[in-house]
């Protein structure tokens, strides 16, 4: 028998290529195997920069004598979940069902059916802690499957109909209303934590969708309280060791309530959805910090996760050689008292030491400290500031570096596109555009085939063999929409165009419910439908988002009655559980706002039309989408549809803003479009 995974593009399956485990990836010949062997399927599901899939790897998939009772008694399937979020979904909610709790590594023991009999995590390779050890797991899974087969046979019946028997409630008809927004705000000031920002306790995650929504209700209602609570949550955030203080980027979550120590992998997902948040709530606020924060972040993913082909990879793992060749999580980037002095000598060591809080006691383990930024406003050498951090940086990047998972998912790339157009645009730095369109053009040259079905990922410029997922569809067309308002690049929007109606005749249902998988999707045990925000936005309100704003590009009714279709869930959701429905909260803000639809018409290259472009975009108004090009072009001839037919005003460069079937005058001035982007109604 032989290790199958030594042709996958996950880096996650290649890493367990050379375990003497004889590993299938998920595939239906597995499951044949299972039944012509008559032995029961071990499924193991996690993903590249997990600290504790390693370990168990380690202790357990690499040990001989584990390996060789796993190949004799059962058919084991590895699965990367970021490649197939369908199946992780599906088998995640059976565990959590189960067992109460839910994780990676996820282990689970199923028939050849598919259908889940025994459920857990990470197993020890000896007893521990009231824990069983994995080889004791595999010894009562193998007894159960010989002796008591009738037994398993129904508790396997018994999870697949609890779970086919939960059905969704959409919230009725309508969409959520003023109403629904004010409670989703007061819900959230009740979790809101007051001291050190952020929602809930520990460990606590960055809520970037949940800012995101605050940012919009504050444009549109004026709310000081939602404002306050996004500008001091990411104040915080950018202060504490969840942020990489030197060389920018978010870590996945603080451990602790209170910032300080970090699960120290880097997610491309987290960083998209946090360089666009600081960028937004630069603009909302024009905080010095807000904007120093989305430019590191976004300079941190072109440095540190773009492709050669052009894309960006997943993540950067928590752990790193720590100099002795022991693998410990975090070495790359905590810092004793010791280590300071010796880069930079005692008298800037000392500094350093106060200004990033390095204590001799330490932050972390071992007398080391994660960086962070707790002191107040006080005043600081920004020069001297400026040199610690260069010379910091220059040292660590000798340091032994995390692994990095190089596969190219689709919807994360999707995020990163939208960041980086966005800030390149506010900021007026055309390179970090320049990256979002070759990310764009990896994703239609690499992962869209000729029917415009997307692939979920590709690695080293080729396309992987797993279809795309709903949040694929609704983050790339949120991305390419983004890309589309901030260059005047009307090919983008009809690429958008083209996966939004991939989603209506594929991922739609009844009384507009969202599927996480398409109708012709390999059939699982249940299909995957989950409206609420993860670490990124659900496949079902990223969506909505996207729908939305191309049918105020384009005036299409059936994309608008889709995006609305789908809010019914937040209608319902939203006043209950405001954390986990952000980015739904925030589409709904949109949708209460119109969105507003601009047009800014003048010919290319003229300041003019750049500078009411760039008002255009920076205009906070929830969802509004922009269209820059040639005015006085007929309708056929036109790159966006909002330019059909929109003239020069006294053959001028001017904007036209419409809501809700109402015009404005068009303006060819920049303040009178501000006004006209930022009233409150």
Same mark, same amino acid.
């Given at each position: 028998?032989? #290790? %199958? ?16 485990? *004889? ?11 299972? %039944? ?76 050849? *059916? ?40 129904? =508790? &396997? ?53 949940? =800012? ?23 104040? &915080? ?19 602790? @309530? ?12 987290? #960083? ?21 924060? &989305? ?38 980037? &905590? ?60 040292? @660590?990047?000798?340091?032994? @570096? ?5 596969? =190219? ?34 994703? =239609? ?38 890309? +589309? ?113 601009? +047009? ?82």
């Amino acid at each position: 028998m032989a #290790n %199958r995974l030594s042709h996958e593009t996950s880096p996650y399956l290649l890493q367990h290529a050379d375990n003497p485990v *004889d590993w299938w990836p998920w595939s239906a010949e597995a499951f044949e195997e299972a %039944r012509r062997r008559d032995v029961p399927v071990l499924l193991s599901v996690g993903y590249s920069s997990c600290h504790w899939c390693h370990v168990m790897a380690h202790e357990s998939f690499e040990n001989e004598a584990t390996a060789a009772y796993l190949n004799e008694h059962f058919v084991s399937v590895k699965v990367d979940r970021e490649e197939r979020p369908d199946v992780d979904a599906v088998y995640m909610e059976a565990v959590q069902a189960a067992t109460g709790q839910g994780g990676w590594p996820m282990t689970v023991f199923l028939n050849a *059916d598919g259908e889940p009999f025994y459920f857990g995590t990470y197993f020890p390779p000896a007893p521990r802690n009231g824990m069983p050890s994995f080889r004791q797991v595999l010894e009562g899974v193998n007894s159960a499957w010989t002796e008591r087969r009738e037994e398993v046979g129904e =508790v &396997a019946g018994r999870i697949v109909a609890e779970l086919a028997g939960r059905s969704l409630a959409h919230g009725g008809e309508g969409t959520p209303g003023e109403e629904e927004l004010a409670q989703a705000l007061l819900g959230l000031t009740r979790d809101y934590d007051e001291k050190y920002g952020g929602f809930g306790g520990a460990p606590k995650f960055p809520a970037s969708m949940v =800012v995101e929504f605050l940012l919009r209700h504050h444009a549109r209602t004026g709310s000081e309280g939602a404002l306050q609570m996004a500008s001091d949550t990411c104040e &915080a955030m950018a202060r504490g060791g969840i942020y990489d203080q030197l060389g920018g980027g978010f870590a996945r979550y603080s451990v602790d @309530r209170e910032w300080v120590v970090p699960h120290f992998e880097k997610m491309l997902y987290d #960083n998209a959805l946090l360089c666009r948040t600081y960028a937004r709530l630069w603009r909302a606020t024009g905080s010095d910090l807000a904007r120093r924060v &989305a430019l590191e972040t976004a300079d941190f993913m072109v440095r540190e996760l773009r492709t050669a082909e052009g894309g960006f990879a997943s993540a950067l793992d928590a752990d790193s050689d720590d100099g002795s060749g022991k693998h410990v999580e975090g070495a790359y980037y &905590a810092w004793t008292p010791a280590q300071l002095t010796d880069v930079l000598g005692e008298a800037d060591a000392e500094f350093a030491a106060r200004y990033y809080g390095v204590t001799e006691e330490g932050t972390f383990e071992k007398g080391a400290s994660v960086l962070q930024l707790p002191q107040g406003e006080g005043v600081v050498d920004a020069a001297r500031v400026e040199s610690v951090r260069q010379r910091l940086f220059a040292a @660590r990047d000798t340091r032994p @570096r995390p692994e990095r998972d190089d596969k =190219v998912v689709a919807a994360w790339n999707g995020l990163a596109i939208a960041a980086l157009a966005e800030t390149g645009a506010y900021f007026e730095r055309p390179d970090l555009v320049e990256r979002a369109t070759e990310a764009a053009d990896l994703l =239609v040259r690499v992962h869209m085939d000729e029917t415009v079905r997307l692939a979920r990922t590709s690695k080293d410029g080729r396309v992987g063999a797993n279809a795309g997922v709903l949040e694929d569809y609704g983050d790339v067309a949120e991305g390419f929409l983004a890309l +589309a308002s901030v260059t005047g690049e009307g090919v983008w929007l009809d690429f958008a165009g083209f996966l939004l109606d991939t989603v209506l005749t594929q991922f739609v249902g009844e009384g507009g419910a969202l599927y996480d998988t398409a109708h012709d999707a390999e059939p699982l045990i249940r299909r995957p439908q989950d409206p609420t925000d993860n670490a990124t936005p659900s496949g079902w309100t990223s969506a909505a988002g996207a729908l939305l704003s191309y049918a105020a590009h384009t005036g299409s009714e059936s994309h608008r009655t889709a995006a609305e279709g789908a809010l019914g869930v937040v209608k319902a959701l939203g006043p209950r559980a405001p954390r986990f429905i952000g980015w739904g909260l925030a589409v709904a803000e949109a949708l209460l706002d119109g969105p507003r639809e601009v +047009a800014v018409v003048g010919p290319r290259g003229d300041a003019a039309t750049a500078e009411l472009h760039r008002t255009a975009l920076l205009g906070t108004a929830p969802g509004a989408v922009v269209a820059v090009g040639e005015g006085q072009l007929p309708d056929d001839e036109a790159e966006f549809p909002l330019l059909a037919g929109r003239p020069l005003v006294d053959g001028r460069a001017a904007a036209y803003v419409c809501r809700a079937f109402v015009c404005s005058a068009p303006t060819t001035e920049v303040d009178a479009l501000k006004q006209q982007l930022t009233v409150r109604t």
